[in-house]
């Protein structure tokens, strides 16, 4: 990877294409290669046809960033369609059908009211056996928390902690879209959204885009100097059963479990050698969860790395450290490459100076799509 | 390629789930890989979200199909979304990160009205050039095909021949939409869809799916015998502006020139070698053009052949020798591997009796997304 970019998150005036131009210009300006155009570009984003009226978006975006005739192709997985397109990306470097290759995450969610984005996003889930019940995904992570506190003890006061951690980072991210720190309280005090999970414990949908820029090995020496380049060491990208009813577990995302292993055993490293954590937590409760999943804490014991501190910035394992989907924004196709470029700035030691992590050197991203059946977790390393 | 599938074209009863089901359950048979599960799903897909009110189609094929937990993935590039999930399974097997892709093209365009199947698909212009004026795929190739009229003296009559030749091709092959013969009075006669293209120039929306499995040398030996696989010599993929107004011609897509210059390149064969052609003939203009544009005509000469018998079943370059969109039907996420599914049957020599070309041995795919701007050639050979 020779370049990142990035849009604020929030709530926009920006079209979907002036965000994804604006982060597809900077992460090429951080590769150098403004004017070495990438001969593929990838967009992923979950459903711009309906949030914003706009089809065949990869093909719009080669027209307007001037790599016509460059080959254009978008990717859409739900929510880790962002990870998903870096995959492809991936692939296509890797089977030297392309060296220099722009993958686009974004969405444009703000454009409908909440309402309608709600069943936009709820046709991730299935139809026969969620939909048609009223299920939406708060309500299954809501059935997901309780099994999970009645299993293991958590309270709902220690679930809050994960929020009060997100909005502490996000606070010192300047491009979140919540730039402000919440207390226990306030956590607790906000509207149940699906009982017992409350507002703060939920992502808000949010507008923004994020860029990267991946290059073959000679591409790479050609653009930037080989210390600020970050590897990719492993990619996994796992399903599970599309209904959470028909799964085997309520407090485990398999499909996190079979990723992360994949990507462990391609990268070559452990959960040990991983020196900063970017998890999909799009809910409080997930958080925990994917902890566990990945490896990073025992089952039923994650809370108590957040509680100890281990999870902050300064700490041992530092998860989400520029905010999360909770503090930094989910604007779902732009995630999982948000996710990645937040990686690539530790790793090359450009993260924003409060929420910088000491000597870190291998960084992971772990991205969900539909309510956890399609997980893509990558693994980073300085070149 | 191991195997092939695809369910008949039309306007069909079944579910978009039940249409993908069928195919890739086809393709993983003909590949004698039932019990060995592809570890990738590609679902090459315009808008089930629209279409059909169902999102996230990958995973939800990934479990309908029993093969959670392999990663799944949707592709999209418009009507060439097909052939875009081929080059995403294609890059996937070629980087090491499969070693066996099952992938998917399926639409399900009849459970909207016409009216709004129209709109779903119009959101793959150009908004601010094309869609505000009331624009229209077929108002697009009805200004291409009185241009091409006034440059190269084609008259009305003889593009008339194309579809003729669609429908006698298409009335041969059990898996077309339309399987009756049309005369030149017919389609001359039919309404006008937009001057000086009748209902006979265009093709229909349909229902439908196609797949095939795409195995690494190792795997394909283990799959089934080596006189029954088709290797992938070669596949390009370009763009082109997104509004046809900003392009510097209406009667050639540069896109396509692109796109099989690549292919060719990579493949390291010409046109001379090609012994079986699918060009995408979403109206019959566009047929003419396609035929120029990869090499295997002159400019403003295609028809020549076209009237000679040349791009006949019998004669020495067929073209579309299935029914191509016209007369096959235009599912479109499936076209693209609908073609590619076609073109291995030529090469294995196991197409309908009346439409096997003798002796095919190399065969290429040309699949169009947006209106020309998003294109994908493949060329392919017996193993």
Chains 1, 2 share one sequence.
Not at 34 to 47: A, M
Not at 127 to 145: D, H, K, M, Q, S
Not at 155 to 160: D, I, V
Request: aromatic share 4%; net charge negative.
């Amino acid at each position: 990877m020779v370049g990142v970019g990035m849009t604020k998150f929030g709530r926009l005036e920006e079209s979907i294409v002036e965000l994804a131009c604006a982060a597809a210009l900077e992460a090429m300006g951080d590769a150098e290669a403004l004017e070495t155009h990438p001969d593929r570009v990838i967009v992923g984003t979950q459903n711009p046809d309906e949030f914003t009226g706009i089809g065949h978006l990869s093909t719009l975006m080669a027209d307007q960033l001037g790599l016509v005739p460059s080959g254009a192709t978008r990717v859409e997985t739900g929510p880790s369609s962002g990870a998903s397109a870096f995959e492809a990306g991936v692939a296509l470097v890797g089977s030297g059908l392309s060296d220099l290759v722009l993958v686009i995450g974004v969405e444009k969610m703000s454009e409908v009211d909440r309402g309608r984005a709600s069943a936009i996003l709820a046709k991730m889930m299935s139809n026969e056996n969620e939909i048609r019940y009223g299920g939406t995904p708060a309500a299954l992570a809501a059935l997901v928390a309780r099994r999970y506190m009645h299993d293991y003890g958590l309270t709902r006061e220690q679930l809050a902690l994960v929020p009060v951690k997100a909005h502490r980072n996000g606070a010192r991210n300047p491009l979140a879209h919540f730039q402000k720190e919440v207390t226990v309280e306030r956590v607790l005090q906000s509207p149940i959204v699906a009982d017992p999970l409350t507002l703060y414990d939920c992502c808000p949908t949010s507008d923004g885009a994020a860029a990267v820029v991946l290059a073959s090995e000679a591409m790479m020496n050609d653009l930037i100097s080989r210390d600020r380049a970050v590897r990719v060491l492993g990619i996994g990208h796992a399903t599970d059963f599309h209904a959470v009813q028909h799964r085997l577990s309520l407090t485990s995302l398999s499909a996190t479990v079979q990723a992360s292993q994949a990507a462990f055993g391609m990268a070559g490293v452990t959960p040990d050698d991983i020196d900063v954590w970017e998890l999909h937590d799009a809910f409080s409760i997930l958080e925990l969860i994917d902890m566990e999943d990945v490896g990073l804490a025992e089952r039923g014991r994650a809370i108590e790395m957040v509680m100890s501190g281990e999870t902050e910035v300064g700490g041992s394992s530092p998860v989400n450290t520029t905010g999360g989907l909770k503090a930094r924004g989910h604007p779902t196709g732009a995630t999982g490459i948000a996710q990645i470029r937040d990686i690539v700035l530790q790793l090359r030691g450009d993260a924003p100076p409060e929420l910088q992590v000491e000597e870190a050197e291998t960084g992971l991203t772990h991205n969900i799509g539909g309510f956890g059946n399609n997980m893509v977790v990558s693994i980073f390393r300085c070149a």
